[in-house]
């Protein structure tokens, strides 16, 4: 994966969401959150192939 330069502020953001999603509701809720995020992001990239790819990719290495 190539770097963005925004990388570190999404990380934050992603983290901070995380946090609060678990204060919230538990962290039974995170698992959700995620795929939820995973599906709206997919459908703005508007790039279904792309997104079968990085899913399969960020599955490397768990």
């Known amino acids: 994966m190539t770097t963005h330069p ?7 953001e992603l983290a901070k969401a995380i946090d609060m ?4 509701a ?3 809720a ?6 939820k995020l995973v599906l ?3 459908h703005a ?5 792309k ?3 990085l899913i399969t990719e960020c599955r490397q290495g768990l």
């Open 45 to 49: 990239m508007d790039d279904p192939d």
């Open 26 to 28: 538990g962290p039974a």
């Open 30 to 35: 995170t698992p959700v959150y995620l795929a």
């Open 40 to 42: 709206a992001l997919a």
């Open 21 to 24: 999603t678990e204060a919230a």
């Open 6 to 12: 925004q990388i570190e502020a999404i990380y934050e």
């Open 51 to 53: 997104v079968m790819a």
